[in-house]
């Protein structure tokens, strides 16, 4: 029986930043998120990718120690998406999506990965969301993300989801779309009433937001010298917060507090290189320092 | 001896939000500051006004036992200011300034406010901060503030006053300009080699960030519900940070941290209303019980 279950995409991104630029490199909400909870946990991957699909990324995903029993290679090309950013780094500019053979792709979960304990579902269209949910007995968690297309286009499946989900995994842009309304708190209280237990917004460079019913936690991101390319943070991010929960089984507020700050930690490491090249060679005890110095930036005395 | 000395604008502002509208109310730098650091210490204002600032007014600041002795009212008129507030309330877009009396202010310091423990320096012309620092003895704590305009046009002056100041406290749009970066580490790398012992940025509703050269300090801002008017936030914050500081003499990095937080909180009460209408009615128990709450939003544990 698995820990985690993870089922997205797995991408070719070819990406400009104001620091430079890299063409056809690994990319893919699965892809980052796998490769950071792989950290913490054991990690099941479920995707798709095409006959152009490199031995090597393979080889890197498996020397996490992820499973790609559920990585289904078909006929066509890689999923491709193509963007830049300018100074304004919280936000991605996407000159070109090429769905490839994600457009067909349809998640079968495999057999033996049916009862995890964990799962996190990227954001894909909120029916094959439903339909994964409908695959697996109930994990002790769930969590998703979604993105403007299908909060737009697919409103009604994605509420469908929400109601069956634990956690809901979005950007603030993603949060004011859905809520409908510009401030975030009343967008937190709307959604809760209606689904999941605990709302998490990411805001890019401004931190982290997490909304539930008894507890407000804010965390900044951490302030960084270089940020050389921002995609796959938000992925990271999640990686980082389900690997760590996965891994402690601790549910508890301090328990999801903690996972914000591995989650924040992971992609502060992301976001220093291209593609996931800071995170091939990223050590545990380096993560572990992270969120020390995490500490030391975030403490301040109560009151006594 | 006085306490904290405060060198800034008093106005009359028109503010347009999503949420409402108040015309010529109550405002200006120095207005904002005051009050918020009255609530912990000794204020005294200079100041200028013009014959048509009403003794209602006056006697509002006089309630929270602000020094109005160097408040000069001369003939003219007030300075107003006029804004207005998308959904994006983070930024305010000015749509007429008259600057009236403030136009030929030359700050006077009365004899007796001529050692202040604390000084801070609103946005005026660089010229004038310098002309202030002049007339003091040097205070044991000197913060400042300062606009677009004069990092633009009087940039030379400007470093000639960070060069004197301990405390910069910025925006983060004017820290990158001041920068001429767009990364705020290194602005901040930047700007304390010059100048300044601290470098505090205030980012509205992302919170704020403290650099200096041992540590980074970073809080979110209070999520609110309901965010009426931001005018005033961040002299709100830097007066709450003075007049805490002001108070306890504590000018460690927890110290220090500490006055952020009730910065933080002041900023947070004010824009619950417009102009300084929500600081009319604030008891100091609810800025310590805001304090509290601040410690349970971003409290996390660290690992053992």
Tied chains: 1, 2.
């Excluded at 893919?28 to 950290?39: E, K, L, V």
């Excluded at 109601?163 to 995994?169: A, F, G, I, M, R």
Aim: a negative charge.
């Amino acid at each position: 029986m698995g820990s985690l279950l993870v089922v997205g995409s797995v991408a070719f991104d070819t990406v400009r930043t104001p620091f430079g630029e890299a063409t056809e490199v690994l990319g893919g909400s699965a892809t980052y998120f796998s490769t950071a909870a792989s950290f913490f946990t054991d990690v099941e991957l479920i995707a798709v990718v095409g006959e152009d699909f490199p031995e090597s990324h393979i080889d890197f995903l498996k020397s996490r120690g992820i499973d790609l029993t559920g990585l289904e290679r078909r006929g066509g090309k890689t999923f491709r998406w193509r963007g830049e950013y300018t100074y304004q780094l919280n936000e991605a500019h996407t000159l070109e999506t090429h769905l490839n053979v994600l457009e067909t792709f349809r998640p079968k979960i495999p057999e033996q990965y049916r009862s995890p304990k964990m799962l996190f579902l990227g954001n894909i269209d909120p029916e094959l969301q439903l339909d994964v949910l409908n695959q697996v007995e109930r994990p002790r968690l769930v969590a998703c993300d979604t993105m403007n297309f299908w909060i737009g286009g697919k409103r009604d499946a994605l509420w469908r989801v929400l109601e069956k989900v634990d956690v809901l995994v979005i950007n603030d842009g993603e949060a004011r779309d859905l809520g409908q309304d510009s401030n975030l708190v009343k967008v937190a209280k709307e959604t809760l009433a209606r689904g999941p237990k605990h709302l998490i917004i990411k805001r890019g460079e401004h931190g982290v937001l997490m909304f539930n019913q008894k507890h407000t936690f804010g965390a900044p991101a951490f302030p960084l010298e270089m940020v050389k390319d921002p995609t796959g943070a938000g992925d990271t991010f999640a990686g980082g917060f389900m690997g760590h929960l996965a891994s402690t089984g601790d549910l508890s507020e301090a328990g999801f507090r903690r996972a914000i700050i591995f989650g924040s930690v992971m992609a502060s490491f992301t976001v220093e290189a291209f593609s996931l090249d800071r995170l091939r060679c990223l050590e545990y005890k380096e993560i572990e320092a992270r969120f020390r110095e995490f500490k030391r930036l975030t403490h301040f005395e109560d009151l006594s």
